[in-house]
C-alpha cells in the first residue's frame, strides 16, 4: 500500500510545485520548543508534510530534499548524543523509495543557501535560508486541498489506530462500571493502547458527570465519587498509529433511565447520519440535517417545545449541539483543507448560524471525517437562553433540563470514509 501512497503524494506534490513554478522543496520535521524562561521541551510534534511522505513521526531535525525527476534525500538525523534516545535508522519497505543520509549535527547538513527555485516547508522560525521561500501559499493551498483524499494506506493507519483506541475505550468504560475516578479511567486507557502522553493525538477527554458538558474537559479528578453520586462519564480518546490519528467518543449512564435512553436515541441519529457521508453531498447540509434530528429527539424528550425547523432557525438547537458535526481527521486531529473551496484556497466559511463548523466542503471519495453529534446542557449557553426568554427561551422546558443537567452531555463519535454509496465506519468495524 506504501508504493501506491507514495505514487499519489508524489504526484500531488510534482503538480504544487509545478502550479508555485518551484523545482523543488525541502519538508522539515520540526523541533521541539523550550518553555518560556526554561531548558524544557514543550513535546515534539512532527509536521505533518513531513510523516505524510515517511512513516517516521518521533525524529526532529530531519530533512526531505525532494526534487522534480530526481529521487529524494531523506537527512536522518542521528546525533552522538548520552543526554536522549532517539529511534535509530529506520527499516520498512518505504525506505526503497528515498536515499536515507545519516546527519549527526547541524553541520552535516548540505548548504542549501544555492538552492534555485526551491521552498521550504515548516515551521515559522525553522527556515535559516533566505533564498527558500517559507510555506509559499501557493504551494500549500494546493496540496492541502489535495490532502483531504486518502490513499488506501492512510485509511489502514487510521483503521488500525481505530483498533488500538477502542481497546483503550473498553478499559475506560470497565474503571467507570467499577467507579474509579477520571484519573484512574485515562490511566486505564494509556496502559490499555499501550501510549504516553506525548504519543496521543490529542489530551484524552475522561469526563464524569456535569463534566461531560465542558466540550474539551481537562481536568481529571482524582477522587472517585460514591456509587450514589455517580451518573454518567463521556469519554473522548484517540490513537496514533505511523503519525495518523483515530478520533472516538462515547457516553454512558451508570444505570438504564432517561438518559440512557437519550443516549441510545442519538446513537441512533449518529449511526444514520454517518450512512449519509457520500460523495457529493455537502457537508453543510449534512451538519443542518444533524440539527434537525438532535432537535426532534430534544423534543421527544420534552426538552423544548417547537418544532425542529424553529430549533434550527432560531439558534435554538445551538444551545444544545454548539460545535460543528465533525471534520477531517488524517495525519492532524483537525485535518487541513476543511474550509478550502478549490485548490487555489478559495474559503468557504461556516454558515453564519454555525461559525464552529470545521469541514465545509463537498465531499469526496475517501475522504476521512468524523461525525460526532451531541446533546448538552451547558449553563453559559442556558443561562443566555433563559435571558432572551422572548425569543428561544420560551421553546425550553427548564424542569426537563433541570432533570438532565447533572448528567453533563452527550457526544457520540465515529471515523467515516467516504464513498459513492456506502460509506465506511472505521470504529464499527
Known amino acids: ?34 518553555y518560556f524562561l526554561d531548558d524544557m521541551p514543550y513535546a ?47 527499516e520498512g519497505d518505504w525506505t526503497a523509495f528515498f536515499e536515507i543520509i545519516a546527519i549527526g549535527c547541524k553541520e552535516d547538513v548540505p548548504d542549501f543557501s544555492n538552492l534555485k527555485n526551491h521552498c521550504w516547508v515548516g515551521q515559522a522560525d525553522s527556515c535559516e535560508y533566505d533564498n527558500l521561500q517559507h510555506n509559499p501559499k501557493v504551494y500549500m493551498d494546493y496540496v492541502h486541498f489535495h490532502r483531504a483524499c486518502k490513499t488506501d494506506y492512510e485509511i489502514e493507519n487510521i483503521r488500525q489506530a481505530n483498533v488500538l483506541a477502542l481497546k483503550g475505550h473498553n478499559a475506560a468504560l470497565q474503571c467507570f462500571q467499577k467507579g474509579y475516578s477520571e484519573f484512574e479511567t485515562h490511566m486505564a486507557y494509556m496502559l490499555a493502547t499501550q501510549h504516553n502522553e506525548h504519543q496521543l493525538p490529542y489530551g484524552n477527554i475522561i ?28 469519554i473522548d480518546a484517540g490513537c496514533s498509529v505511523n503519525g495518523y490519528a ?18 441510545k436515541a442519538v446513537e441512533k441519529m449518529q449511526i444514520a447520519i454517518g450512512k449519509r457521508a457520500v460523495v457529493g453531498v455537502s457537508y453543510i447540509d449534512l451538519h443542518k440535517q444533524a440539527h434537525h434530528m438532535l432537535a426532534d ?15 434550527h432557525d ?8 454548539p460545535h460543528g458535526l465533525g471534520h477531517y481527521l488524517g495525519l492532524q486531529v483537525h485535518d487541513c483543507g476543511g ?19 470545521r469541514l465545509t466542503r463537498t465531499l469526496q471519495e475517501n475522504n476521512v471525517l ?8 451547558i449553563d453559559m449557553l442556558l443561562n443566555k437562553a433563559k435571558a432572551n426568554s422572548r425569543d428561544m427561551g420560551k421553546y425550553i422546558n427548564w424542569s426537563r433540563v433541570n432533570d438532565f443537567k447533572p448528567y453533563g452531555g452527550i457526544r457520540i463519535e465515529d471515523n467515516i470514509v467516504v464513498k459513492a454509496e456506502n460509506p465506511v465506519n472505521l470504529t464499527r468495524i
Open 44 to 90: 515534539f510534534a512532527c509536521n505533518p508534510h513531513f510523516k505524510w511522505m515517511v512513516p517516521v513521526t518521533e525524529t526532529p531535525h530531519c530533512i526531505i530534499h525532494y526534487r522534480l525527476n530526481a529521487k529524494p534525500v531523506l537527512y536522518m538525523f542521528q546525533p552522538q548524543d548520552y543526554w536522549h534516545s532517539l529511534p535509530k535508522m529506520v
Open 297 to 311: 429527539i430534544l423534543k421527544d424528550f420534552d426538552v423544548i417545545t417547537c418544532d425542529a425547523q424553529t430549533a
Open 339 to 357: 474550509h478550502q473551496n478549490d485548490e487555489n484556497g478559495t474559503i468557504l466559511s461556516p454558515p453564519e448560524l454555525h461559525p464552529f463548523l
Open 1 to 34: 500500500m506504501y508504493s501506491n501512497h507514495y505514487k499519489y503524494v508524489s504526484e500531488i506534490i510534482n503538480q504544487g510545485l509545478e502550479k508555485a513554478e518551484l523545482d523543488g522543496v525541502l519538508i522539515y520535521s520540526g523541533h521541539a520548543h523550550n
Open 314 to 321: 432560531s439558534g435554538l438547537s445551538n444551545v444544545f449541539f
Open 207 to 234: 469526563a464524569q458527570n456535569e463534566n461531560g458538558a465542558v466540550l474539551h474537559y481537562q481536568h481529571m479528578q482524582r477522587n472517585r465519587l460514591s456509587k450514589d453520586d455517580l451518573k454518567s462519564f463521556l
Open 246 to 263: 483515530s478520533d472516538i467518543t462515547r457516553t454512558y449512564s451508570l444505570v438504564d433511565n432517561e438518559f440512557s435512553e437519550m443516549i
Open 370 to 377: 468524523t461525525i460526532e453529534p451531541g446533546i448538552y446542557f
